[in-house]
């Protein structure tokens, strides 16, 4: 859990979703033409759809955007065909990363990647290396001081929730990725705020990181998250709170 709730932390402390915001938009219409072109473009049948245009609206993407990338994925305009891949390899210090990428090239995409892990003191791995680490999960991330433990505790578990885990500065309500909708429409009923709800994959062990390590491991997750042909990135590290504050 921690690799992932306090790398989103340090991304809201550097600014990185305002300064990307186009390209955050570009990485979500792909999401949602894959998603209608596979399941087609009624969200009310389409559950893939239907979140990826949720986490759209939630990065105030804007509705004709939204529209656009619906009919590009179901055929009603042309557009570009994306194939959807996943690359397993290791960080510094043995850290297991998943990538979720969709991409027009996967021979550009592979060597890009390649290159990321190797300057940053990692490596590409074969296909399995790490996924058995990880569990896919749904999460929403609640700020400590916007409400309390058990406030959280009573809405989340209520409505199938199935853990939460409190972090130093959040919340983390864990849910089975099908539940995910119905938890956080409870906490929107609460009046609980959340900083974020999205389906992901949850390491099942961490491993700690110091120094040039933890140093690494956070320009190769900027690198990766930074790349046009990468979705998600998914990762077992943990850094203590203080060494994150001072990359931050």
Not at 45 to 52: E, I, S
Not at 130 to 138: Q, T
Not at 168 to 182: G, I, K, N
């Amino acid at each position: 859990m921690s690799g992932h709730s306090k790398w989103h932390n340090i991304r809201l402390k550097k600014g990185k979703m305002d300064q990307e915001r186009g390209k955050a938009f570009t990485k979500l219409a792909r999401e949602i033409i894959v998603a209608a072109k596979a399941g087609g473009g009624n969200p009310d049948g389409n559950v893939r759809l239907r979140m990826a245009i949720q986490k759209a609206r939630d990065n105030s993407m804007p509705a004709e955007n939204i529209k656009r990338a619906i009919q590009r994925g179901s055929g009603d305009l042309d557009g570009v065909n994306y194939d959807e891949l996943t690359y397993e390899g290791y960080g510094p210090g043995g850290v297991a990363v998943m990538v979720d990428t969709l991409t027009d090239n996967r021979n550009r995409t592979v060597a890009e990647l390649r290159n990321l892990f190797s300057k940053t003191g990692g490596s590409l791995g074969e296909q399995g290396c790490v996924a058995w680490i990880f569990d896919p999960k749904g999460i929403i991330t609640v700020p400590k001081d916007k409400t309390d433990e058990e406030t959280v505790m009573m809405a989340a578990l209520e409505a199938g929730a199935e853990d939460v885990r409190v972090e130093e500065e959040t919340f983390d309500v864990v849910t089975a990725p099908e539940d995910l909708p119905t938890v956080r429409q409870a906490l929107e009923a609460a009046k609980i705020p959340f900083t974020l709800a999205e389906t992901t994959m949850l390491p099942k062990n961490s491993v700690q990181l110091q120094g040039k390590e933890a140093q690494q491991m956070v320009r190769l997750m900027e690198g990766l998250e930074d790349h046009d042909d990468i979705q998600n990135v998914y990762a077992n590290f943990d850094i203590p709170e203080s060494v994150m504050a001072a990359l931050a």
